[in-house]
């Protein structure tokens, strides 16, 4: 299967190139960040994410993003391929999201079943490490077939922790990309529901870590579910288990379930701040060409590039 797709993603890619070649949108002018970032709706206070699902009970230091205006920010601000599903994104009030400082907290539900926490005091981290490193770099095949970086999980940021009063699991991982001056940073927080796990990850560079470990507390606090969702509304006659544990939730058990567009957006997320450096990156064809497509169809063509080479 992955030579499958190997093939047809390159069959994809040579149909594209001539295509883009000619593109009259290619040369189109890009707009300004300042522009850009006036095109979004940043919400603050009380937030109920889509489908009422949770609430971000948001402080003064943070904003919030809707799940349309979270594609805008991360498909034309931050150069990843269109199509991610979110329930929107939370962005510290204080900082350009355009910015080389910028960072933010992508929002998403898995409901996949109430997660058991029964492995929560038994799980050894040490090993658990070791078996994703291990698991990365068997991945990185994968990559280097598909055109990307190897990418190596150097350790962790902050070792897994389970809060087991208010049914919360966060983790920090620092990973490395061959090529990249700056190691990534992935901060992860998971919710506990009734029925599945709300999803917050935090994308930034190793510079900021001490910045979003504090932030990140905070983004824990103010972030719950809503009455009837929460974790101790589980009912074991009616409601689904889900097939994993804790362990699975910070290996990515869950992750690897995700078609090959989900795991890329989650491999590109990773490195924002590369791709924020330098928009014309890997996926940014698919994304030209997906454009294309639309107005072709008659539909409302692709937004102007950002310029981000004057960050306001």
Request: aromatic share 8%; glycine share 8%.
């Amino acid at each position: 299967m992955r030579r499958l797709f190997t093939a047809l993603l390159c069959l994809i890619l040579a149909a594209a190139l001539p295509a883009l070649a000619a593109d009259p949108a290619a040369s189109a002018p890009q707009i300004s960040a300042q522009q850009f970032l006036a095109s979004l709706t940043f919400r603050q206070g009380l937030i109920k994410l889509p489908g009422e699902i949770a609430t971000l009970n948001l402080p003064a230091s943070f904003r919030y993003l809707d799940p349309a205006d979270t594609e805008k920010l991360i498909t034309d601000g931050w150069g990843n391929p269109p199509g991610a599903k979110t329930l929107g994104m939370i962005v510290p009030a204080d900082v350009n999201p355009l910015s080389e400082a910028g960072w933010g907290v992508v929002v998403t539900y898995d409901k996949d079943g109430h997660v058991k926490d029964d492995d929560a005091d038994k799980i050894n981290y040490t090993d658990l490490l070791k078996d994703m490193q291990e698991g990365m770099a068997e991945n990185n095949k994968a990559r280097k077939e598909q055109g990307y970086a190897p990418m190596a999980l150097v350790g962790w940021a902050e070792q897994p922790s389970y809060d087991k009063g208010q049914h919360k699991l966060y983790w920090a991982k620092e990973l490395h990309t061959d090529g990249s001056k700056e190691n990534g940073l992935n901060y992860n927080i998971r919710v506990l529901g009734r029925e599945g796990v709300l999803v917050l990850n935090a994308v930034s560079g190793m510079a900021q870590i001490a910045q979003v470990k504090q932030e990140m507390k905070k983004v824990t606090a103010f972030t719950e579910f809503t009455p009837g969702n929460r974790y101790t509304d589980f009912n074991a006659s009616t409601d689904k288990v889900a097939e994993y544990g804790l362990a699975a939730l910070v290996a990515g058990g869950v992750a690897a379930k995700l078609g090959f567009f989900g795991k890329l957006f989650a491999l590109l997320l990773a490195f924002k701040k590369v791709l924020l450096l330098g928009v014309a990156a890997a996926g940014s064809w698919i994304y030209k060409l997906l454009g294309r497509k639309k107005a072709a169809k008659g539909e409302e063509p692709a937004a102007a590039p950002v310029d981000l080479s004057k960050p306001e």
